[in-house]
């Protein structure tokens, strides 16, 4: 469910009868939260309280900071306000009006002057508190269901950096204890999977403070990256695309012709190098792709091109917004923009889904697809949209079934509508990765053309798409799906070898290199620690394979197998433990073994 803020109204947000209820409840505990803390700060500045997916927060400028003792406390009067049946009452007020009830909350002032004339004003007030805002709001304050804080964490005043950082309180609350306490068990299964901690133990990416958002990758999570990229670009060149690489930075004179600089320029790092010379550091790919597409004449017996790039991107979030790799501000993009005609449109989307079906099918994820349609600020004239909306619809209903997918009003690109892909994890989150753009509009901006059977000159159309996303967001979300256990393809480590004293280092030196030589990713432990720890650490790690060798092994050119799992398939031939490896890695299993 989007997030619920109070400048808009719950039916609005909502997506279903069900979903407004909570929201009316989580909302309503939102205010019994914030009377609870202006009881304990009397000069408390209050900020916002919405209710957002799995919950509802509310920012406060405190005199001190909050401490895990102060939700407790919070908490308790919480649940004195809710005993007492306070009901929630509505008023309509004038703007004057408002402005004399929040006379010492700033923020609130800030909100009121920002209404525009004519709009209704309305507060909400239960017991002593009393709020602005548009509701909806539950009877009373009996009906705020079972809740729980959450948590603290700084947040800036309207997510803006050079406005000042309030302290913001999240919590949740439930119809029942019983899926609150489900909900606290799926969180702490999500605290379990956090791919930031696993991120440092696994030894995977790092974040600078000297460059917040833009990770530095680490020889593991490299390796996890360029294994990524390589079955991208193995199966894309299968299919018929054609790699190019572009520019990092280009002339803001390119972002005009695009779009860029008028509907996107806020989310672009801009470099100013002379007083008449500015250059933007690229978001997207696409006008480069663009670029490439007008160095020569085209014939509609070149389409469809299929241009691929895998090109570093920036994009200027607010540092609010941040969360590890899940969004950053420098990203690695599977991008890929093919220009066809009208009639290649479904037959392109078909081949772009097989694509989608294979690569999230060999992680074992299931996905669901949403149709993006025209934002508030787009290009072009509301025909095309429509007309390209239409299209993305049909192929809506032949992939997934009329009504089987879900639909994004006002969430499409600026240039064109969009196919979201919401890829389900393995503990039920859902998370935007991959995306198919169908653009009208660049193609046109750009002067590009192909020479049609007829020999008349006619603009392609351009499909924009990516399967993995952003690199960086796509390893978290299969760190976090995979609790770091990748599948042995993708571990950066494949199999340890640990010797049991120091006479086995030749033979498992030996064992290393045999691996390797059969393309396998083995390392070797000779450190000084006893077998029980070295076996601890691997597991620790993750690492699929540990191959334990002593006096045995090494006469009979065996390896003692355990699994991360804990498992121990016992003395194996060398030679069977590759042969079985190799088969796990190439044919992508999920599995560890063959059997």
């Not at 929201?23 to 202006?38: D, G, K």
């Not at 306490?181 to 600078?208: K, S, V």
């Not at 790092?269 to 696409?286: A, D, Q, R, S, W």
């Not at 640990?498 to 396998?520: C, F, K, N, W």
Request: aromatic share 10%.
């Amino acid at each position: 469910m989007p997030q619920i803020t109070e400048e808009m109204d719950l039916q609005v947000a909502a997506e279903s009868k069900a979903e407004l209820e909570l929201a009316r409840m989580r909302h309503s505990c939102a205010h019994v939260m914030a009377q609870a803390v202006l009881e304990m700060f009397p000069g408390a500045k209050l900020g916002i309280g919405p209710a957002i997916a799995d919950g509802f927060y509310y920012d406060f400028d405190l005199p001190r900071p909050l401490t895990p003792e102060d939700l407790a406390t919070i908490e308790r009067r919480m649940a004195e306000i809710k005993e007492a049946a306070y009901p929630f009452v509505r008023s309509v007020v004038s703007r004057q009006e408002a402005r004399q009830i929040f006379e010492d909350q700033p923020y609130k002032l800030e909100l009121i002057d920002e209404f525009p004339e004519g709009e209704v004003i309305s507060t909400y007030t239960h017991d002593s508190f009393v709020d602005l805002c548009r509701g909806p709001h539950v009877e009373d304050t009996s009906k705020i269901g079972v809740f729980k804080l959450l948590k603290i964490a700084g947040a800036y005043w309207r997510g803006d950096e050079r406005r000042p950082q309030l302290q913001r309180i999240y919590g949740t609350s439930f119809p029942t204890r019983e899926e609150l306490e489900r909900y606290l068990h799926r969180l702490e299964e999500a605290e379990r999977r956090d791919h930031r901690r696993l991120g440092r133990e696994l030894e995977l990416f790092h974040f600078d403070q000297t460059a917040p958002g833009m990770p530095y990758w680490l020889p593991k999570g490299l390796k996890i990256l360029n294994t990524l990229l390589a079955f991208w670009r193995e199966e894309h060149e299968r299919r018929g695309y054609q790699e190019i690489a572009a520019p990092l930075i280009n002339d803001k004179s390119l972002w005009e012709t695009s779009g860029h600089w008028e509907h996107y320029r806020e989310n672009m790092f801009v470099i100013p190098v002379e007083e008449h010379l500015t250059y933007g550091v690229k978001p997207m790919n696409c006008p480069n792709a663009m670029v490439v597409y007008n160095l020569k004449k085209r014939s509609y017996r070149d389409l469809p091109l299929r241009l691929s790039d895998c090109d570093i991107l920036h994009r200027y979030e607010r540092s609010g917004t941040l969360h590890g790799l899940l969004r950053v501000r420098k990203f690695q993009q599977d991008d890929a923009h093919i220009f066809v005609t009208e009639d290649q449109i479904e037959e392109e989307f078909d081949r772009i889904l097989e694509i989608a079906n294979l690569f999230y099918g060999i992680f074992g994820l299931k996905y669901t697809l949403r149709l993006g349609t025209r934002p508030e600020s787009y290009l072009g004239d509301p025909e095309t949209w429509n007309k390209a909306e239409d299209a993305l619809k049909r192929i809506l209903d032949k992939h997934a079934g009329p009504g089987n997918y879900l639909l994004g009003e006002g969430e499409g690109a600026f240039y064109g509508p969009k196919i979201d892909i919401l890829m389900e994890d393995a503990i039920g989150r859902s998370w935007q990765t991959g995306t198919i753009q169908l653009d009208f509009q660049l193609p046109r901006r750009f002067d590009c053309t192909y020479t049609d059977r007829d020999g008349s000159e006619k603009t392609p159309v351009v499909i924009h798409r990516v399967i993995y996303g952003s690199l960086e967001r796509f390893i978290g979300i299969l760190i976090e799906h995979f609790a770091g256990a990748f599948p042995v393809w993708l571990a950066p480590v494949q199999a340890v070898v640990i010797p049991i004293a120091d006479r086995h280092l030749p033979y498992a030196q030996q064992v290393v290199e045999r691996l390797q030589s059969a393309g396998l990713r083995a390392e070797l432990d000779a450190g000084d620690e006893r077998m029980q720890a070295k076996i601890r650490n691997a597991q620790i790690q993750k690492i699929p394979y540990m191959l334990v060798v002593g006096d045995k092994e090494a006469a009979s050119d065996n390896v003692a197998v355990r699994l991360r799992t804990n498992e121990n398939l016992g003395p194996m031939p060398l030679d069977d433990f590759t042969a079985m490896a190799r088969q796990v890695v190439e044919t992508k299993s999920l599995a560890l073994t063959t059997g």
